[in-house]
């Protein structure tokens, strides 16, 4: 599987941007997909993944502003980003994996970066104050 993203660049504070994920190759059962960032010194972080249309998980510091979807038919994912924040500014990274969902309620319960299989490059996201 190969993941390749989209979109990052320079938005101002109050701004949007939408970020792509386009996977290919064994795309059938990638169940897990999701965006993480990561700035320098520190570890790669949640932003969002999904599972379908009904189950989406947020890191608090996105929710309300982030929105996280995806096309199964074209294999991408995408990240909705508005009133983006200078704290926003970081890599962002596509991630993917195969393994089952586990899931309570609507809570995922692998988000770590370290369980995702697949990764994309990282796209740079500056957020100017």
């Known amino acids: 599987v190969q993941l390749q993203a989209s979109g990052g660049g320079l938005a101002p504070a109050g701004g949007s941007l939408r970020l792509s994920c386009a996977a290919s190759?064994?795309?059938?059962?990638?169940?897990?997909m999701g965006w993480y960032r990561q700035v320098p010194g520190k570890q790669r972080e949640l932003v969002a993944i999904?599972?379908?249309?009904?189950?989406?998980n947020y890191a608090d510091s996105v929710k309300g502003r982030f929105t996280i979807s995806r096309d199964n038919a074209k294999n991408t994912v995408y990240l909705q980003m508005n009133n983006l924040k200078p704290e926003d500014t970081a890599v962002y990274y596509c991630?993917?994996?195969?393994?089952?969902?586990?899931?309570?309620?609507?809570?995922?319960?692998?988000?770590?970066?370290?369980?995702?299989?697949?990764w994309g490059k990282g796209t740079l996201v500056t957020v100017s104050s």
């Open positions: 190759g064994n795309t059938v059962s990638l169940n897990h």
């Open positions: 999904i599972i379908s249309s009904d189950i989406t």
């Open positions: 991630a993917a994996d195969a393994a089952p969902a586990r899931v309570i309620d609507t809570l995922v319960i692998d988000t770590t970066a370290d369980a995702r299989d697949y």
